[in-house]
């Protein structure tokens, strides 16, 4: 009888978790802090992974490169240098495009790109880009860029509310970004000056969860009109080597519930510290539940949130949920530096999560999100060293002072949280 050769698994290129897939019961935000909490090792045992292995739908993809960024002006010249390189083809998707000197220097890389062969394609929110003209568009597509507004105003009303939310960089299928940072000045101008550089952080990958992010641009691109392109499979890799990826991505329908129950699952595991950063904090008495049980389970549950923000109403909002908070255990400090435009989380010195989605409704109902969430020792601790570094330049939120402040601020707050869901 001869003997079969070895099977090896491969990927096929299909969004997971699936669309309209339905979350078994078990497994929702609020029954699957039962499961993770009765882990041994909480996140760092073995059953982590294959909870939100359930959870997600998708696979945790092994032997990637890491590199983590906190300044624009590194991230930017990261990504030219990527698309530089470029010998195929670029992906780019972002929520917000600007035609300024750093909208203009992506501009000049792309065209570099396309005169070059290779194969561009840029997707850009409407809304989030609404500031840059029309002939920025036609300038790319005078060079042989295919480029293509998410959801365009005015067109199709009823999808006004659905926006493209992402920020995706792929190069031939090998290096890709993505993280808080949409590509304009506040994020890194070429002279920036204290103050007025925002607060971001972005994530490279080098190596298959680069594949999986193609897959998710793929979803938008469709979305927004592009013509179908083909992606390989990918081979699984079996590698004890670089970090574990899985992408989290959503969209209306498709993987909000699932990106929701992992950040809960997330909590419930956690046994010594949880700590988060995020630009617009208005989640819902559900969040602040999950928060300030894992606080009393005497988990160092910690909040960066701006103390400068480019929307004032969100600030507010979050402000309606402070003193519960405060009063759960959660500490709570406010970014002074600057606008503080990051979504990262970090736990227990291994699990790590960087993306674009925000802690609001808008984030888990209405918008496309792309975010990764690392298993990494060496990147917690980036994140967590940072996480310290901007500590140094918030101030921290004591429940006695937040309980003197007066009867019009808080009747202010309350007024903005009830606002939350249409933020």
């Avoid at 980036?382 to 937040?402: C, I, V």
């Amino acid at each position: 009888m001869r003997r079969r050769g070895p099977r090896f698994r491969r990927f096929r290129p299909i969004l997971r978790p699936a669309p309209g897939r339905k979350l078994p019961r078990e497994l929702r935000v609020g029954q699957v802090g039962r499961l993770a909490a009765a882990l041994p090792a909480g996140i760092e045992d073995p059953g982590f992974e294959i909870l939100l292995r359930r959870i997600d739908g998708s696979p945790f993809h092994a032997g990637n490169e890491v590199e983590i960024y906190f300044d624009g002006r590194s991230a930017f010249a990261a990504m030219r240098a990527a698309g530089l390189a470029a010998r195929r083809e670029i992906l780019l998707e972002s929520y917000i495009f600007k035609d300024d000197a750093t909208g203009r220097l992506f501009l000049e890389e792309v065209q570099a790109a396309a005169a070059r062969g290779v194969q561009v394609r840029v997707v850009a929110d409407a809304l989030g880009s609404f500031s840059t003209h029309t002939k920025f568009w036609r300038e790319m597509d005078s060079h042989g860029i295919e480029v293509h507004l998410f959801h365009p105003l005015f067109e199709q009303l009823w999808y006004q509310p659905f926006r493209d939310h992402r920020k995706i960089l792929v190069v031939d299928l090998e290096v890709a970004f993505t993280g808080g940072m949409n590509i304009g000045e506040e994020y890194g101008s070429p002279r920036p000056r204290p103050g007025q550089t925002w607060r971001d952080t972005h994530v490279r990958v080098r190596g298959p969860a680069a594949w999986e992010m193609a897959v998710v641009f793929s979803e938008g691109w469709k979305h927004a009109g592009g013509s179908p392109f083909e992606i390989d499979s990918l081979p699984a890799v079996e590698t004890a080597e670089g970090s574990r990826i899985l992408v989290l991505d959503s969209r209306p329908n498709r993987g909000q519930a699932e990106s929701a129950a992992v950040l809960a699952a997330i909590a419930a595991a956690s046994r010594r510290r949880l700590w988060i950063t995020n630009a617009y904090f208005a989640p819902g008495r559900g969040a602040i539940r999950i928060l300030t049980e894992t606080a009393a389970r005497g988990v160092d549950v910690r909040l960066l949130l701006p103390g400068k923000t480019d929307v004032p109403i969100v600030r507010r909002a979050a402000h309606g949920y402070y003193g519960a908070l405060l009063e759960g255990g959660v500490r709570i400090f406010e970014y002074q530096a600057a606008i503080l435009h990051s979504k990262t989380l970090v736990a227990d010195g291994l699990v790590s999560v960087v993306g674009s989605t925000n802690l609001d409704f808008r984030s888990f109902l209405f918008n496309a999100e792309c975010d990764l969430l690392i298993l990494c020792p060496v990147t917690a601790a980036t994140l967590e060293q940072a996480f310290h570094e901007d500590l140094e330049k918030s101030t921290e939120m004591h429940l006695a002072d937040w309980r003197r402040r007066s009867w019009l601020k808080k009747l202010g707050d309350r007024a903005a949280r009830w606002l939350s869901p249409l933020l």
